[in-house]
């Protein structure tokens, strides 16, 4: 019987391999042999890639959920509960230059099974969702429209600048650039 840690191994494995290579480069094969136990194994748990690939987007962002409700909770100002938001994107970076798991995956989203594609569309959901709260905190009349499209174009703004400080493999790149959005009004 394999155990539920074992489950969770697979899933931490699978996790750091779509992190930092993508979605495309899960192999059941290469997790088996990090975890240490046989392909089947893996199987074991998840059917098929598109079974693993949903479970490792809807555990992000379940852990997402959980952030951002914390988050809200503890808040005291926009700019210092953006800058700890912010910082979430930015350690993904600081280990190992990896990409927020979602956002990898959206860029691989015509090769994604419909299960995975549901929830990496999810996390952007909830991301979209939560800036929007968070927006319509320091706005006592917001144009619902126009908080939406705010949210989006920050959530867009802040998975841009991962990927481009990734394929520099520059951390300042990425806060150079949250400086930046930051100063034109784009970030609170």
């Known amino acids: 019987m394999i155990s539920t ?5 697979i899933l931490a494995v699978g996790r750091r391999m779509v ?5 495309n480069a899960l192999s059941f094969r290469e997790i088996a042999k990090e975890v240490g136990i046989k392909s089947a ?4 748990h998840f059917a098929t890639k598109g079974d693993l690939g949903a479970a490792l ?30 910082a979430v994107f930015r350690s ?4 190992d230059n990896r990409m927020c798991l979602c956002g990898i995956m959206a860029a691989e989203h015509h090769d ?5 594609r549901a929830e990496v569309d999810r996390f ?6 939560w800036l929007a709260t968070l927006l319509r905190l320091k706005n006592a009349r917001p144009d619902e429209r126009t908080i ?12 841009g600048a991962q990927l481009v400080a990734r394929g520099r493999a520059d951390l300042s790149v990425f806060d150079d650039t949250v400086q930046a959005y930051r100063a034109t009004g784009l970030f609170p």
């Open 19 to 23: 992190q930092t290579r993508g979605y």
């Open 148 to 159: 939406r499209n705010h949210a989006l174009a920050i959530f867009a703004a802040i998975e």
């Open 124 to 129: 952007t959901q909830v991301n979209v969702d």
């Open 41 to 44: 194994g893996v199987h074991h």
């Open 112 to 116: 994604l099974p419909d299960p995975v």
């Open 57 to 86: 987007a809807r555990q992000y962002t379940d852990e997402a959920v959980d952030f951002l409700a914390a988050l809200l909770d503890s808040h005291e100002d926009e700019r210092s509960t953006f800058a700890r938001y912010t």
């Open 92 to 95: 993904a970076l600081a280990e």
């Open 5 to 9: 840690d074992t489950k969770h191994r």
